[in-house]
């Protein structure tokens, strides 16, 4: 029995060790990736752009919060993860009221700048979606991570609609629905999260699995 214990505690330890590994990584590309859409999206006056930036801060102070909790109990973890639905919850009202504001009045975004600058996010988040996959299932820590990063990947999609819409029409409307419309996937995204950090939290979730691949 004691061989056995030492054997799980041995690969849990390894399995902490490789999350923090790949989530110091993801932090570190969103972190860049925000300095770089924020400034862009600031130049080209594009509310999608702006969005999708707020989004990458967001997802940094998420995988923050995620390398902190990522050794302690499910309770923390669980609070981590609604903690993460709140940010989730306020970036989405924040982009939601810059999308109300641009429709009253606005100037035409520069899809130049929102399509390269969005294809660019496109392929980090590719990136970490990868990196994060692996460990969606281990808890509901690595799974609120996932998720995050998964949005991400829509919301980069709608940035470059957005630019090639604006490009066709000459109109800043394309860059407003698309800012709502990631507005509102943050928003469902957030109940999600917040939804099952209260379930853990209660007792009524799922147990923690610890993946053995």
């Known amino acids: ?31 860049s990736m925000f300095l ?13 752009l702006m969005g999708d930036s707020l989004d990458m801060l967001g997802d940094t102070l998420v995988y923050g919060l995620s390398l902190f909790v990522v050794a302690r109990s499910d309770r923390w973890k669980a609070v981590s993860a609604g903690f993460k639905g709140t940010i989730m919850l306020g970036f989405g009202l924040l982009v939601l009221g810059d999308a109300v504001a641009k429709a009253w009045s606005g100037d035409t975004p520069q899809y130049g700048i929102m399509a390269a600058v969005g294809l ?3 392929l980090a988040n590719t ?11 281990d808890d509901v820590n690595m799974r609120s991570a996932w998720v995050c990063s998964r949005n991400d990947l829509v919301a980069n999609s709608g940035v470059l609609v957005a630019a090639a819409l604006v490009a066709g029409t000459g109109s800043r409307w394309p860059d407003v629905i698309v800012g709502a419309a990631i ?15 209260r379930l853990t939290l209660t007792g009524a979730g799922p147990p923690r699995r610890v993946s053995r691949s």
């Open 1 to 31: 029995m004691s061989a056995c214990c030492d054997e799980d505690d041995a690969h849990i330890a390894e399995l902490r060790e490789r999350q923090t590994r790949m989530l110091w990584a993801v932090l570190a590309i969103n972190a």
């Open 36 to 48: 770089v859409e924020f400034t862009a999206g600031w130049l080209a006056a594009s509310n999608a």
């Open 120 to 122: 660019l996010a496109l």
């Open 127 to 137: 990136l970490c979606l990868v990196l994060l996959t692996r460990h969606r299932g």
């Open 183 to 197: 507005a509102a996937l943050f928003l469902r995204s957030a109940i999600g999260v917040l939804g099952q950090a």
